[in-house]
């Protein structure tokens, strides 16, 4: 089955950091646009990074505002992989969080494939 499956979460403590991984069954992601998306209890579920494909956007990436300087998005060497390192973390990154894969970048969930949504993991930023 095409899914991706997203891991790493965990509970943190404020300025902590972690690395979420984006990781699919036997095929390689180098082709696809990768977000990374989170949605906190009560809320919107939004666009927190995004990896071009390196085919069409050379790999360029991009970032909320909320995280930019704080979170990286990059590629692992295996192409099956994305990886989310997140730093200084604050409590209201706490949500789970979710990858996706797509044509190309964009910060709506519903430009990206629905079939690659996976069940998302849980980043609790607590003292």
Do not use: H
């Amino acid at each position: 089955q095409l899914q991706l499956v997203e891991s790493g979460g965990d509970l943190v403590q404020p300025g902590g950091s972690l690395r979420l991984s984006c990781a699919s069954s036997g095929f390689t992601l180098d082709y696809y646009a990768i977000g990374w998306f989170r949605q906190a209890p009560g809320k919107e579920r939004e666009g927190v990074s995004c990896i071009g494909g390196i085919g069409t956007s050379g790999g360029s990436t991009d970032y909320a505002d909320s995280v930019k300087g704080r979170f990286t998005i990059s590629r692992g060497n295996a192409k099956n992989t994305v990886y989310l390192q997140m730093s200084s973390l604050k409590p209201e990154d706490t949500a789970v969080y979710y990858c996706a894969a797509g044509r190309s970048c964009s910060t709506s969930s519903d430009n990206y494939y629905r079939w690659s949504w996976g069940q998302g993991t849980q980043v609790t930023v607590s003292s």
